[in-house]
């Protein structure tokens, strides 16, 4: 799984005059929190901060923050659970993160990424998805950031499973192995008539087009009469 180190300092104001306050100095106001840690207030740079979520693009990934309470600094772990941005503008105004053990395994919803163009989509075939995701629980660094399906080789009926996926070692897979990743179906009727009345409209106007280069001008008949 992918990781960032931040630096974050425990605030002590709270309340929308403080957080006002903070943005204009360029914080971010977040919350650290977990099943075993007292909610905890934290500034962090909104610029770093949101330089660091625009890279992620959604991916999952753990925070290492380093937080200082003015007197001594310890090391968390941390995943994004919420952001909340303006708008309009799309700037941060708050973010929430969980308090992880990177002892202890999660769940994760993880991106599969098809990769490859299927032959029997060449053929005439459709592809369909139908997973974007996966259900993997593991130690948290051990989650990949994202698994790959090459669907170069699949003809039209074939079809790709869950099983089919490359899952590192001591990462379970949560979905049900038989479950169908992707698969190259034969084109549906509606689309075979579509592109069949596509085809009729390309020869109406070709016909059309032959038929106005044959006719007359309406000028030279005026003139003749």
């Known amino acids: 799984m992918l990781q960032f180190d931040l630096s974050a300092d425990v605030r002590n104001g709270y309340g929308k005059g403080a957080a006002r306050s903070m943005r204009r100095d360029g914080l971010a106001p977040a919350v650290l929190y977990g099943p075993k840690t007292e909610a905890m207030a934290l500034s962090l740079d909104a610029k770093s901060l949101t330089k660091t979520l ?11 923050l380093e ?31 969980l308090e992880v053990k990177l002892d202890e395994p999660m769940t994760f919803d993880v991106p599969v990424n098809y990769t490859g163009s299927a032959k029997g ?38 079809k790709l499973h869950c099983s089919d996926l490359t899952i590192p070692a001591g990462v379970d897979m949560l979905n049900d192995l038989e479950a169908t990743c992707a698969a190259v179906a034969t084109q549906s009727k509606a689309a075979l008539e579509e592109e069949e009345a596509e085809g009729e409209g390309e020869g109406e106007g070709s016909e059309g087009e032959e038929a106005a280069e044959s006719a007359p001008e309406a000028g030279s008949e005026t003139a003749e009469a």
Request: net charge negative.
């Open 54 to 64: 625009v890279s992620l693009q959604k991916r999952n990934a753990v925070f290492n």
């Open 67 to 97: 937080v200082n309470d003015g007197s001594a600094s310890s090391k968390r772990y941390a995943i994004v659970k919420e952001i909340q941005a303006e708008p309009v503008s799309g700037d941060l105004l708050h973010a929430d993160f």
């Open 121 to 158: 989509v060449d053929l005439g075939g459709e592809m369909h998805i139908a997973l974007s995701t996966v259900k993997l629980k593991g130690l948290i660094l051990d989650i990949p950031d994202s698994v790959e399906l090459d669907v170069s080789e699949l003809n039209i009926g074939d």
